[in-house]
């Protein structure tokens, strides 16, 4: 089975690479982790290429450590950066061309325990992704 990790700063994108990497220790799956830098179209035309190249940066960084994190399970996973406006779209893409089989993700959510449960992102990609998505909180 091959397995593919969204990744961004974020402890439940850790709480992804450890269940992940479990997971693709049990039966030898390859990882893959990936890490989009998301850019604005508006803050390009005010900032130019630097708000990019911070997006990209911070995408980077948060690839390391989740490649650190694999790596303590004892997981040597791929890693990938990518770029562009729409993350979902960009991560059920990788999935797609990439014949991957699960992919395994964190949610952001910032609505509480009142609103909605599932960030943005992770919802989008469940119901768009070619794959099984689990969800991990």
């Known amino acids: 089975m091959k397995i593919l990790v969204p990744v961004d700063p974020s402890d439940s994108a850790h709480i992804a690479v450890t269940k992940a990497a479990q997971m693709a220790k049990l039966d030898g799956s390859p990882l893959t982790l990936l890490a989009v830098a998301e850019t ?13 190249e911070r997006m990209k940066e911070r995408a980077s960084k948060a690839l390391d450590a989740a490649k650190a994190l694999a790596g303590a399970a004892g997981i040597k996973p791929k890693t990938m950066l990518k770029t562009g406006v729409s993350p979902e779209g960009i991560i059920c893409d990788v999935a797609e061309k990439g014949g991957f089989d699960l992919v395994v993700m964190g949610t952001r959510s910032k609505k509480g325990k009142t609103g909605l449960r599932l960030g943005s992102v992770a919802s989008k990609v469940v119901a768009l992704a070619p794959c099984s998505v689990l969800v991990v909180r």
């Open 40 to 52: 604005f179209d508006d803050m390009e035309s005010l900032f130019g290429g630097e708000a990019t």
